[in-house]
């Protein structure tokens, strides 16, 4: 079993600053892309910030320039440092991790928890 669990999530004021984290645990071989997502009340999921092994990175529009995603792959943890945070960022932010559990497994996608992130005006 692979286990992804987030920390890092809290209140803050607009223009203030988080860091998400996201370790993953159990039974990996390699882990492909990491990525944030979130969902707000009465809204779908929405991608955040993707990131490969390699460390190429996708990020939504809505969040360049102010949000930041990285990895340590000897850590299989992923990170999401969001500044200038805006109202409109107020969210359940998941974690999300293409893994492969051993080398006979093709790669299987797992989600965080999710840890709500809340920003006031």
């Known amino acids: 079993q692979v286990r992804l669990v987030e920390s890092g999530g809290g209140l803050v004021q607009a223009g203030g600053s988080l860091r998400l984290s996201c370790a993953a645990s159990?039974?990996?071989?390699?882990?492909?892309?990491m990525g944030w997502y979130r969902q707000a009340p009465g809204k779908q999921r929405e991608l955040v910030a993707t990131i490969t092994t390699g460390g190429s990175t996708n990020y939504a529009d809505s969040v360049k320039g102010r949000f930041t995603i990285s990895r340590d792959n000897a850590k299989n943890t992923v990170y999401l440092q969001m500044n200038s945070l805006k109202p409109e960022d107020t969210a359940i932010y998941y974690c999300?991790?293409?893994?492969?559990?051993?080398?006979?497994?093709?790669?299987?996608?797992?989600w965080g928890q999710g840890t709500q992130v809340t920003v006031s005006s």
């Open positions: 159990g039974s990996i071989f390699r882990i492909n892309a």
């Open positions: 999300n991790a293409e893994v492969r559990p051993s080398y006979r497994d093709t790669q299987y996608n797992y």
